[in-house]
């Protein structure tokens, strides 16, 4: 794969995507026509254009200014995020009198840039500085051993269907894993942060 045809397709996603900071897996395999871990390798020999941020590649150059209503947008959807929430896209179009595109537009912005996690895929989120303070708690509670979902949902100080969420969402991130009715860290710590 050649630099101009890289170029070229990052070019044109952000041209229909101007919000979005980069590509993700799924977008990578669509656009590129290649498994994520081949385009991962190719890459290698781009660094100097291209960067992966753990969520998504995107150009180095690559700055998004967002006008005054979608940065108070964003101000208000952390806010909302800051805990396990389900998105309402009613409540924000009511609220800010925004079309529901532009308010999944700069979800996708937030989760992009590292600012807001999705734990379920479309309907769950939580900022990120709350989701290292849950991850935090959850590796030091399990770093003595297996723990039941209600030890952990305590010491998390969250709702029973909350804890599940961000415990399912670890699980699915394969940092823990749930065996004998209880949570297991299986991931080392170093390879977590």
């Not at 947008?73 to 009613?90: A, R």
Request: net charge positive; aromatic share 16%.
């Amino acid at each position: 794969m050649k630099g101009k045809k890289i170029d070229k397709i990052f070019n044109n996603f952000y041209e229909n995507n101007p919000l979005r900071f980069g590509m993700r897996k799924r977008e990578i395999e669509k656009h590129f026509s290649v498994d994520f871990y081949n385009f991962f390798n190719i890459m290698k020999e781009y660094n100097d254009k291209y960067d992966y941020n753990g969520v998504v590649f995107y150009k180095k150059n690559r700055e998004i200014y967002l006008n005054e209503s979608l940065e108070k947008l964003k101000n208000e959807i952390l806010k909302y995020f800051v805990e396990i929430n389900k998105l309402d896209l009613d409540y924000f179009e009511t609220s800010f009198k925004i079309n529901k595109k532009a308010i999944l537009n700069i979800i996708d912005f937030l989760i992009d840039t590292k600012q807001l996690i999705e734990l379920i895929s479309g309907r769950y989120y939580l900022k990120s500085q709350i989701y290292k303070k849950y991850l935090n708690i959850v590796i030091n509670e399990l770093m003595s051993g297996p723990k039941e979902t209600s030890y952990l949902k305590d010491k998390l100080n969250i709702s029973r269907e909350k804890a599940v969420i961000f415990l399912e969402y670890l699980d699915n991130q394969s940092i823990t894993k749930f065996q004998n009715n209880k949570r297991v860290l299986i991931k080392a710590i170093n390879e977590i942060v």
